[in-house]
């Protein structure tokens, strides 16, 4: 039996899976063809999804170092009468060791309070 033509859409057992499906696939011939179409275009949705995955990951670390920069950039510049109990040299091998979590401390211990001052 042969379908003029059909819309596959791959992934739409779930919500999650049929949200993020947007891999389709337009067939015009045999059933059997329309498995394999049906399974490629599913595998092309789970690959659209880890490349948005990725990339969202990517971004974020772009972010995160970005902000670490910055933070390690004030902790150089800031006067050392800025800081909480005068201890620049501390909160800079704190900020190179412990890379975002210390960049996350310094910006409300020290960047924040100095700024409100």
Same mark, same amino acid.
């Not at 337009?26 to 659209?48: I, R, V, W």
């Not at 004030?74 to 960049?103: E, G, H, T």
């Given at each position: 039996m042969r379908i003029a033509k059909y819309f596959v859409v791959g992934l739409t057992g779930t919500a999650v899976a049929s949200f993020a499906s947007v891999g389709f696939a337009l067939a015009s011939? !045999?059933?059997?063809? !329309? !498995? $394999?179409a049906s399974t490629l275009t599913a595998l092309g949705g789970m690959s659209f999804l880890f490349i948005c995955c990725y990339a969202?990951? @990517?971004?974020?670390?772009?972010?995160? $170092?970005? @902000?670490?920069?910055?933070?390690?950039?004030? $902790?150089a510049m800031r006067d050392k009468k800025d800081?909480?109990?005068?201890?620049?040299?501390?909160?800079?091998?704190?900020?190179?060791?412990?890379?975002?979590?210390?960049?996350?401390?310094?910006? @409300?211990?020290?960047?924040?309070? $100095?700024?409100?001052?």
């Amino acid at each position: 039996m042969r379908i003029a033509k059909y819309f596959v859409v791959g992934l739409t057992g779930t919500a999650v899976a049929s949200f993020a499906s947007v891999g389709f696939a337009l067939a015009s011939t !045999a059933s059997d063809d !329309a !498995a $394999a179409a049906s399974t490629l275009t599913a595998l092309g949705g789970m690959s659209f999804l880890f490349i948005c995955c990725y990339a969202l990951m @990517f971004l974020l670390i772009v972010g995160l $170092a970005i @902000f670490n920069l910055i933070m390690w950039y004030d $902790a150089a510049m800031r006067d050392k009468k800025d800081y909480p109990d005068d201890n620049k040299s501390m909160w800079i091998i704190l900020l190179i060791l412990l890379n975002y979590w210390a960049a996350l401390f310094y910006y @409300f211990m020290v960047k924040r309070k $100095a700024e409100n001052k």
